[in-house]
C-alpha cells in the first residue's frame, strides 16, 4: 500500500476553498473524519475539531455557539452514527434520530454562523434497493429502500434535501456527496456493529489464530460491492471543497465492484487464514448490488489511487499495531 496520501490533478483551476482555510471537520475521530483531517493538514489548511467530550452535534445550542464563535471557513461534516445490517436493523431509532439531530445543528449553525463553504457526507445506501447500476445520482427517490438500512439511509437523504434547500433559499454555496462502502486505518473493528470489511478481517484473524477448520458468513456471498480506501475519498472530499457548487449530490467510488465471496478470498488472503469458508443463507444478503456511477465525480479530475488488495493489507496492519500484534 502507497504511503503517500493520494494526490489531487494538477490542472490549473480557480479554487472555491482559499489557501490555508480554517476548516471544521465534525467527526473528526471516525473513519472518514480522521482522513480528511488528514489531507487537509497535508495540503496546508488550518483544521478544527472538536470532541464529543467537548461538543455534542445533537445539542443545535450548544453547536451553533460554537460555529459563531470558531467562524470557520468551511465546515466538513463527517460526524454520523454508521454501522453494518447488524447495527441498523437492531437500533433503527438512533441510526434516524441521531443523525437527523447531528445534521440540523450542524448546518443550521453553519449557515447562521456565516460559514461559506459546506460538504456533506451521505452515504451510497440512499439508492433504491433496485437502483440502476452502476447507480447515477439521478437515481434517487425513484423506488423503496433497502430495509435493513432504511432509516439510516432516510436521514441521510434528509440531509441532501436539507443542503439543497439552503441552497434554493439562501443562496449557501453547501454540497454534498456520497461514498460507496469505506475501509482503511480508522475503521471499526467491533464485530456487533462494523461494516463488511472489517468485520471479515477480524473474523479471518481470530479464526487463524484459534486454528478453526472454518468460518461462517452471512449470506450467500453472492451480493456485489464497490470498496473505496478512506485516504482516496478524503482526496475527493477536498476535490469537491476546491471545484465542485452544484445542487445535486456527487457520488464517491472507485467504480469498480465485486463479490462479497471474493472479497472474503483476498481477506482470507491477506490473513493468511487457509481454512474453509461457509455460507449462512438464512442470514439477509442485503442490496443485491451496489456500483456507483463515478462520472460526475471523474469528470473533476478524480480517479482513486488505493487498490483494494494493498488497501486492505494496510488496513490489516493498521488494526495490529492498534492490538499491539503483528501478523
Not at 473528526?28 to 464529543?52: K, P, W
Not at 443550521?108 to 434497493?129: D, K, Q, T
Amino acid at each position: 500500500m502507497t504511503t503517500d496520501l493520494p494526490g489531487p490533478p494538477q490542472e490549473s483551476v480557480p479554487s472555491l476553498l482559499r489557501p490555508g482555510a480554517r476548516v471544521f471537520v465534525a467527526g473528526h475521530r471516525g473513519l472518514v473524519g480522521s482522513a480528511v483531517v488528514r489531507r487537509l493538514t497535508a495540503e496546508g489548511h488550518e483544521v478544527m475539531t472538536r470532541g464529543r467530550d467537548q461538543l455534542d452535534l445533537r445539542d443545535a445550542e450548544r453547536t451553533a455557539a460554537f460555529l459563531r464563535d470558531a467562524r470557520p471557513d468551511a465546515v466538513v461534516l463527517a460526524a454520523a452514527k454508521v454501522g453494518g445490517i447488524m447495527a441498523n436493523s437492531t437500533y433503527p431509532v438512533q441510526f434516524l434520530e441521531d443523525n437527523l439531530r447531528i445534521q440540523l445543528s450542524v448546518i443550521a449553525g453553519a449557515h447562521a454562523a456565516g460559514v461559506e463553504r459546506l460538504l456533506f457526507l451521505g452515504s451510497s445506501c440512499i439508492y433504491p434497493r433496485r437502483a440502476p447500476q452502476p447507480i447515477p445520482e439521478s437515481a434517487l427517490l425513484t423506488g423503496p429502500l433497502e430495509p435493513t438500512n432504511e432509516a439510516y439511509a432516510l436521514a441521510k437523504i434528509a440531509g441532501i434535501v436539507q443542503i439543497q434547500s439552503y441552497r434554493r433559499q439562501y443562496g449557501a454555496s453547501y454540497i454534498s456527496a456520497m461514498p460507496t462502502n469505506l475501509y482503511g486505518p480508522g475503521d471499526n473493528f467491533d464485530l456487533e456493529t462494523s461494516h463488511v470489511l472489517p468485520a471479515l478481517i477480524r473474523r479471518f484473524h481470530e479464526a487463524r489464530l484459534s486454528g478453526a477448520s472454518a468460518v461462517t458468513l452471512w449470506g450467500s456471498g453472492s451480493p456485489r460491492r464497490e470498496f473505496l480506501h478512506v485516504d482516496d475519498l478524503a482526496a475527493a472530499c477536498v476535490l469537491l471543497l476546491e471545484r465542485y457548487d452544484g445542487e445535486a449530490p456527487v457520488n464517491v467510488g472507485s467504480g469498480e465492484d465485486l463479490a462479497i465471496h471474493e472479497l472474503a478470498s483476498t481477506v482470507a488472503d491477506v490473513t493468511s487464514y487457509q481454512g474453509k469458508v461457509e455460507w449462512d443463507t438464512a442470514k439477509p444478503d442485503g442490496t443485491p448490488r451496489k456500483l456507483l456511477d463515478v462520472s460526475r465525480l471523474a469528470s473533476l479530475g478524480f480517479a482513486p489511487r488505493i487498490e483494494l488488495r494493498d488497501g486492505i493489507a494496510g488496513t490489516y496492519a493498521w488494526w495490529l499495531q492498534q492490538q499491539g500484534t503483528r501478523v
